[in-house]
T-cell receptor, first 111, second 113 residues
Framework: GEKVEQHQSTLSVREGDSAVINCTYT??????FPWYKQEAGKSLHFVIDIRSNVDRKQSQRLTVLLDKKAKRFSLHITATQPEDSAIYFC??????????FGTGTSLLVDP | AQTIHQWPVAEIKAVGSPLSLGCTIK??????LYWYWQATGGTLQQLFY??????VESVVQLNLSASRPKDDQFILSTEKLLLSHSGFYLC????????????FGPGTRLTVL
């Protein structure tokens, strides 16, 4: 089955800097890649997603890049703010409804 | 606007006791529904999904079962809790498309002693 890896368990940046969180996946059939944010003790909140028919998607300060050859996708956050501090989970879905999550990256934005 | 509720907010249960967790979605007809489990400090594991009333697909075996008795209701249960069932249980819904983003409920925190 699909395996999704997040190679950074923690990431620390200064307020205003950019942050990049990387994920890899194994199943070439995966075609949908969402990102979720989880603040301490809370539920998940959708951040941004990308489908396999494009290699880049931007929404305000967020950009997600997809490299299907390398089976890698990444979340780029520009002009980071303290409220961006949270755990970010990437996920991948192939045909069907099964969503496989990465292990999460804890982003800390120092004010 | 759609709202998703989960109950209870938290539970403390004994090993071997039964469990029933609930999830209700209001304001959306015929949603896809999902159950997830998150160990403390861990990743999320999808447990079940349902695309229609009465039909539930199991994704992973954790000695849990799920049912969808109504279009807007999803129930997670077991007759006998294990210590390993402790964690954070999240219900989510999405539109019918497999590309649709999932919206998560507030979760139920379960402690098994």
């Amino acid at each position: 089955g699909e395996k999704v890896e997040q190679h950074q368990s923690t990431l620390s940046v200064r307020e205003g800097d950019s942050a990049v969180i990387n994920c890899t996946y194994t199943d070439t059939a995966s075609s949908y890649f969402p990102w979720y944010k989880q603040e301490a003790g809370k539920s998940l909140h959708f951040v941004i997603d990308i489908r396999s028919n494009v290699d880049r998607k931007q929404s305000q300060r967020l950009t997600v890049l997809l490299d299907k050859k390398a089976k890698r996708f990444s979340l780029h956050i520009t002009a980071t703010q303290p409220e961006d501090s949270a755990i970010y989970f990437c996920a991948a879905r192939n045909m069907g409804y099964k969503l496989t999550f990465g292990t999460g990256t804890s982003l800390l934005v120092d004010p | 606007a759609q709202t998703i509720h989960q109950w209870p907010v938290a539970e403390i249960k004994a090993v071997g006791s039964p469990l029933s967790l609930g999830c209700t979605i209001k304001g959306k007809s015929s949603p896809n529904l999902y159950w997830y489990w998150q160990a403390t400090g861990g990743t999320l594991q999808q447990l079940f999904y349902s695309i229609t009333v009465g039909q539930v697909e199991s994704v992973v075996q954790l000695n849990l079962s799920a049912s969808r008795p109504k279009d807007d209701q999803f129930i997670l249960s077991t007759e006998k809790l294990l210590l390993s069932h402790s964690g954070f249980y999240l219900c989510a819904w999405s539109q019918r498309s497999s590309y649709a983003e999932q919206f998560f409920g507030p979760g139920t925190r379960l402690t098994v002693l």
